[in-house]
């Protein structure tokens, strides 16, 4: 039996090597049947990674280019589609127009790629047998793959030689045998590879790159940079509806290219925020202040809160345009909202109508503001909770500006609706389905005092507060969180919070 099972292996292999060769020289007509490259020609060339030179030609001699590597790599990946990333960022030595420009914008955006400074590419270059290394160590970690735990080889004779940038992708290809050097030790790390010696390299490399589809991935700019943060280290951020601009302005001022489920699309809302940041799910939020509920469930978890203003920020009451009522005191928002006391515009200096108060859910940013700086942790009345609650921030608008003509309760009413809002988003308010809403609304003084941008900044609004970074206070002094933190606090954060509507803390 061992012999006829030892026949039956030679055998097998005899045809396998017979099917090889004629299929290896079917193929390409300058690859001879006994070139140690042959085996690695074929599989590149049956898994469609590497194209000949021709139209029966491989040209195993030839250069293999970096447009050229990078081209393989793309093949061999599963998830090519690049259109969804954050947005083009190009290498300026990259003609769209050509056959490698797909592939180089693939790999820059994925992070396999990140050229040879001063943005460019040189893709027409050779690859060096480094760069190759550099490549498919990056398109490994890019993947998922496993990039520890080979045993430790004597390294090359002129590892030496190797750039300093290029050492640890290097020492990973030939720890696990991916790159072989020659009989003399050598590897020869700057020597340009031919396309032989690249398709022995994918040979050897694809059993260890056994998932193939590239992850999520942001790039980092010269901003990132001079703050201590990478694309890999970008902290978790969330936050309220109303800062939801001003963490994706952030996030864009420090990445120039991005995988978009990357890139913050909606925002928690500020009391989930908090539970997040106190379970430890993400990592700094742009918050109002904590409301007395928050500032309690922190304290029953053990965690502490660190709290950094950033931006200015004020609640404001809010009516319709036409209401001639032009201002409201804290007694009477108190006797309002906590007692139900007032239910007429008539005992605010306004018209004889019935005044409606609108009121926010629990866990919303202004009605932490209103619990806070208005009712200084009183309960809401429960009427108002529970006939007149609207539950998101453009709601609130709507509800304000047309409640009169069917609102919440969908009946016309000789009234007008009294609210409240955040002075920055509803300066800033855009998008407008209802059509025209913002036209139909107004602002309240309060205490005597106008909501303006300049009695947020002098104080004089006594309801000026504040959004805030906020962190947990066991966050490492060295942690990325806070250096964003301190990016906020910076000269260089004032524009982009100016550019979301928002007036600098400082």
């Given at each position: 039996m061992k012999?006829?099972?030892?026949?039956?292996?030679?055998?097998?292999?005899a045809v396998l090597a017979v099917s090889l060769s004629v299929s290896v020289s079917a193929a390409f007509s300058d690859i001879p049947e006994t070139a140690w490259y042959a085996p690695a020609v074929e599989y590149v060339q049956e898994n469609g990674i590497m194209n000949g030179e021709g139209?029966?030609?491989?040209?195993?001699?030839?250069?293999?280019?970096?447009a050229m590597f990078v081209q393989a790599l793309y093949r061999m990946t599963e998830n090519r589609d690049s259109s969804f990333m954050g947005y083009w960022y190009d290498f300026s030595d990259v003609d769209p127009s050509l056959w490698y420009s797909e592939s180089s914008r693939w790999a820059y955006l994925t992070g396999v790629a990140n050229g040879c400074g001063d943005n460019l590419f040189e893709p027409m270059q050779p690859v060096t047998r480094e760069q190759m290394a550099q490549f498919l160590y990056r398109y490994a970690e890019r993947t998922g793959n496993e990039l520890s735990g080979f045993p430790e080889k004597p390294l090359p004779a002129d590892f030496q030689e190797v750039s300093a940038g290029a050492r640890e992708a290097l020492a990973w290809a030939w720890n696990c045998g991916i790159l072989r050097g020659e009989p003399g030790g050598n590897v020869r790390p700057r020597s340009g590879a031919t396309r032989a010696e690249a398709a022995q390299l994918l040979s050897n490399a694809a059993p260890l790159l056994e998932n193939r589809m590239v992850r999520p991935y942001a790039r980092e700019n010269k901003e990132a940079a001079q703050w201590g943060l990478t694309g890999e280290n970008y902290p978790r951020v969330d936050g309220s509806t109303s800062t939801l601009g001003l963490v994706q302005s952030?996030?864009?001022?420090?990445?120039?290219s991005w995988e978009s489920s990357l890139h913050p699309e909606t925002a928690s809302r500020t009391v989930p925020s908090y539970e997040k940041l106190i379970a430890g799910e993400v990592d700094l939020i742009l918050v109002p202040y904590a409301s007395a509920d928050v500032l309690h469930v922190a304290e029953q978890a053990g965690v502490g809160l660190e709290f950094h203003k950033v931006a200015l920020e004020a609640l404001v009451f809010i009516t319709r345009s036409d209401n001639p009522t032009e201002s409201i005191t804290q007694e009477q928002a108190v006797s309002i909202y906590r007692d139900y006391a007032i239910r007429n515009w008539k005992e605010l200096g306004g018209p004889d109508k019935e005044l409606v108060p609108i009121c926010r859910n629990a866990n919303s940013g202004s009605q932490s503001q209103m619990d806070n700086l208005v009712l200084n942790g009183q309960a809401m009345h429960p009427e108002i909770e529970e006939n007149y609650v609207e539950l998101t921030m453009p709601g609130m608008l709507y509800q304000v500006a047309n409640f009169q003509f069917g609102g919440i309760g969908g009946e016309p009413r000789d009234c007008y609706a009294l609210g409240y809002t955040l002075f920055a988003y509803l300066s800033n308010y855009r998008e407008d389905p209802s059509g025209g809403v913002t036209e139909k609304l107004k602002m309240l003084s309060y205490n005597g005092v106008a909501p303006t941008e300049e009695s947020l900044k002098d104080g004089s609004y006594p309801l000026t507060d504040g959004y805030y970074a906020v962190l947990r206070k066991d966050t490492p002094e060295d942690a990325p969180a806070r250096k964003l933190l301190a990016w906020f606090q910076s000269d260089s954060a004032a524009p982009v919070i100016r550019s979301e509507g928002f007036l600098p803390a400082a």
């Amino acid at each position: 039996m061992k012999k006829r099972r030892g026949f039956v292996l030679l055998l097998c292999t005899a045809v396998l090597a017979v099917s090889l060769s004629v299929s290896v020289s079917a193929a390409f007509s300058d690859i001879p049947e006994t070139a140690w490259y042959a085996p690695a020609v074929e599989y590149v060339q049956e898994n469609g990674i590497m194209n000949g030179e021709g139209e029966d030609r491989f040209d195993p001699e030839g250069k293999m280019t970096r447009a050229m590597f990078v081209q393989a790599l793309y093949r061999m990946t599963e998830n090519r589609d690049s259109s969804f990333m954050g947005y083009w960022y190009d290498f300026s030595d990259v003609d769209p127009s050509l056959w490698y420009s797909e592939s180089s914008r693939w790999a820059y955006l994925t992070g396999v790629a990140n050229g040879c400074g001063d943005n460019l590419f040189e893709p027409m270059q050779p690859v060096t047998r480094e760069q190759m290394a550099q490549f498919l160590y990056r398109y490994a970690e890019r993947t998922g793959n496993e990039l520890s735990g080979f045993p430790e080889k004597p390294l090359p004779a002129d590892f030496q030689e190797v750039s300093a940038g290029a050492r640890e992708a290097l020492a990973w290809a030939w720890n696990c045998g991916i790159l072989r050097g020659e009989p003399g030790g050598n590897v020869r790390p700057r020597s340009g590879a031919t396309r032989a010696e690249a398709a022995q390299l994918l040979s050897n490399a694809a059993p260890l790159l056994e998932n193939r589809m590239v992850r999520p991935y942001a790039r980092e700019n010269k901003e990132a940079a001079q703050w201590g943060l990478t694309g890999e280290n970008y902290p978790r951020v969330d936050g309220s509806t109303s800062t939801l601009g001003l963490v994706q302005s952030a996030f864009e001022t420090m990445h120039q290219s991005w995988e978009s489920s990357l890139h913050p699309e909606t925002a928690s809302r500020t009391v989930p925020s908090y539970e997040k940041l106190i379970a430890g799910e993400v990592d700094l939020i742009l918050v109002p202040y904590a409301s007395a509920d928050v500032l309690h469930v922190a304290e029953q978890a053990g965690v502490g809160l660190e709290f950094h203003k950033v931006a200015l920020e004020a609640l404001v009451f809010i009516t319709r345009s036409d209401n001639p009522t032009e201002s409201i005191t804290q007694e009477q928002a108190v006797s309002i909202y906590r007692d139900y006391a007032i239910r007429n515009w008539k005992e605010l200096g306004g018209p004889d109508k019935e005044l409606v108060p609108i009121c926010r859910n629990a866990n919303s940013g202004s009605q932490s503001q209103m619990d806070n700086l208005v009712l200084n942790g009183q309960a809401m009345h429960p009427e108002i909770e529970e006939n007149y609650v609207e539950l998101t921030m453009p709601g609130m608008l709507y509800q304000v500006a047309n409640f009169q003509f069917g609102g919440i309760g969908g009946e016309p009413r000789d009234c007008y609706a009294l609210g409240y809002t955040l002075f920055a988003y509803l300066s800033n308010y855009r998008e407008d389905p209802s059509g025209g809403v913002t036209e139909k609304l107004k602002m309240l003084s309060y205490n005597g005092v106008a909501p303006t941008e300049e009695s947020l900044k002098d104080g004089s609004y006594p309801l000026t507060d504040g959004y805030y970074a906020v962190l947990r206070k066991d966050t490492p002094e060295d942690a990325p969180a806070r250096k964003l933190l301190a990016w906020f606090q910076s000269d260089s954060a004032a524009p982009v919070i100016r550019s979301e509507g928002f007036l600098p803390a400082a």
